[in-house]
């Protein structure tokens, strides 16, 4: 039995965000201006790689508009894209916390 794309793209977006979480509790635990900036840089690749999913996103994007009465984003489509929405965010908060402009993620 072959599994669609569009759940492997979903099962993918999920993987990325542990990745993500991953990579934030080793920054938090370990520290260092060093493992910092190579957080940065996974975090901008993960962002990068998660706008390539939104984008290149095959499957049913919005729902009937009939049962709703507007269009809704199916859940599939919602979760790569909330994933990417976060971890755009997050590369925000790294660059500013790796350029001291805010320590507001790793305040040590």
């Known amino acids: 039995m072959k599994i669609p794309e569009?759940?492997?793209?979903?099962l993918?977006?999920?993987?990325?965000d542990v990745i993500a979480l991953a990579s934030y509790y080793f920054q938090l635990n370990t520290g260092g201006t060093t493992?910092?900036?190579?957080?940065?840089f996974l975090q901008a690749i993960l962002t990068v790689g998660l706008l390539w999913l939104t984008i290149t996103y095959?499957?049913?994007?919005?729902?009937?508009?009939?049962?709703?009465g507007r269009h809704v984003a199916t859940v599939r489509f919602t979760i790569i894209s909330v994933s990417f929405i976060l971890n755009a965010i997050m590369t925000f908060?790294?660059?500013?916390n790796y350029f001291d402009i805010n320590r507001l993620i790793f305040n040590h």
């Open 35 to 40: 493992i910092y900036l190579l957080g940065l």
């Open 6 to 10: 569009e759940i492997d793209l979903t």
């Open 93 to 96: 908060m790294y660059t500013i």
């Open 58 to 68: 095959g499957g049913q994007r919005y729902a009937n508009p009939w049962l709703f």
């Open 12 to 16: 993918l977006a999920i993987l990325l």
